[in-house]
């Protein structure tokens, strides 16, 4: 099958692009694979993207392209001047220009892709829905949603929220399948907006060769140094906790605006002994293992990789109530919830599964890595590009 993907990544450090790079690298062992690349080159590539076997296309927005499409940003999510039916409309249309769709359109007719996968923002998927009229009726367009359901209709808030519930009754009904990360999401697009939806998980970006003795007593993060990963949570959290327990410790792994944030509150509460930023680490298979218990507080998540890299390597996981950890944690018994955005109860959380023999959790969530494996995850890609295009 010749399949191409279109995506804004340059493939450097990030969920989205270590993903796009493991299912692209493994499809072209099958398929004729194809990336279309709306960055110009350089490509970052920190995963390896196999560009001997994956042909590699690009197109950059020129300078008035991208200030049209930052323009029409600014306005969906600033007034209601799109949150009708007709708005969503006026929107779609204005935010690419004529010129940027017709080249996209001409490159997908000419190479006569068997199908096409946006790979990188649901809403930006909006773009391949725009050309269908235009495409090849052989070609299928698949669209690729790597957010929580929800998080489309929140974290931009009520402006965008109503322009996009129009936009998805107007113009996601184009793709031939849309694929999610969580049985949630499915059931949420199924039954509300009516679009035919396939979930399939992330693959694991490594098998684990070691598990975690549970003896070490320290709690683990991993990701980015943000809001939106709960990096703030975690440590105040432990800040608490370390108040009434003077032998479990923090490890942090990763980078990001946060760093300097919590780099003042170590020193302002005499942390600097209990917690310890390592920065960012490209090997975390052997990391996991040093450790006891994964936090994972992201206050929103379409997936999170690293809750199930960490199961694999035997961590029990103490995440935040959201979908898609109560489909991974909750419903596997791999570990305990505690209310998104809540450090106290998250302290709390750590105080009872610090005092709990760990083991249990730990069998339950290696049990889980099945489910993760690219092997399995390939044969379910590959179960779904039949299905669309027979």
Not at 356 to 371: C, G, M, T, W
Request: aromatic residues 12%; contains cysteine; charged residues 25%.
């Amino acid at each position: 099958m010749n399949i191409c993907f279109i995506a804004w990544e340059r493939f450097g450090v990030g969920g989205v692009s270590r993903v796009l790079t493991r299912i692209m690298n493994a499809l072209c062992r099958e398929h004729e694979i194809s990336v279309y690349c709306l960055r110009r080159p350089p490509l970052e590539n920190a995963y390896g993207l196999d560009l001997e076997n994956i042909r590699f296309f690009h197109h950059e927005m020129n300078v008035y392209e991208k200030m049209r499409r930052s323009v029409m940003d600014r306005l969906v999510t600033r007034t209601p001047l799109f949150s009708s039916s007709a708005g969503a409309r006026a929107y779609a249309f204005l935010r690419y220009t004529h010129s940027f769709k017709k080249r996209l359109t001409s490159h997908i007719n000419r190479h006569q892709y068997d199908a096409v996968v946006f790979g990188s923002g649901f809403e930006d998927s909006l773009l391949l829905a725009l050309l269908r009229p235009r495409l090849s009726p052989r070609t299928r367009i698949i669209s690729w949603s790597h957010a929580a359901y929800e998080d489309y209709f929140g974290f931009k808030g009520p402006h965008f929220s109503r322009y996009f519930r129009h936009a998805l009754k107007r113009f996601y009904h184009r793709f031939d399948q849309i694929v999610v990360l969580s049985d949630h999401d499915r059931r949420n697009f199924e039954t509300r907006q009516h679009l035919a939806t396939r979930r399939i998980y992330n693959p694991a970006s490594f098998t684990a060769e070691r598990h975690s003795a549970l003896t070490s007593k320290t709690f683990v993060f991993a990701g980015s140094l943000s809001s939106h990963k709960g990096a703030d949570l975690a440590l105040e959290a432990f800040g608490e906790f370390s108040r009434n327990n003077g032998e479990w410790n923090l490890h942090v792994y990763g980078d990001g605006p946060l760093r300097p944030w919590m780099e003042e509150f170590i020193r302002e509460h005499g942390l600097q002994s209990r917690v310890r930023l390592h920065g960012s680490h490209t090997a975390m298979e052997r990391e996991y293992p040093k450790h006891a218990i994964l936090l994972f507080p992201s206050r929103c998540e379409g997936f999170g990789l690293v809750q199930i890299e960490a199961m694999s390597c035997g961590l029990p996981v103490i995440a935040a109530d959201i979908p898609i950890c109560r489909e991974l944690i909750r419903d596997s018994g791999a570990g305990r919830l505690f209310p998104a955005g809540d450090s106290r109860a998250l302290c709390g959380a750590m105080h009872a599964m610090a005092g709990e023999d760990l083991a249990p959790y730990a069998r339950k969530a290696r049990a889980q890595e099945q489910f993760f494996t690219l092997e399995r995850i390939i044969r379910e890609w590959n179960g779904m590009l039949k299905e669309v295009n027979p």
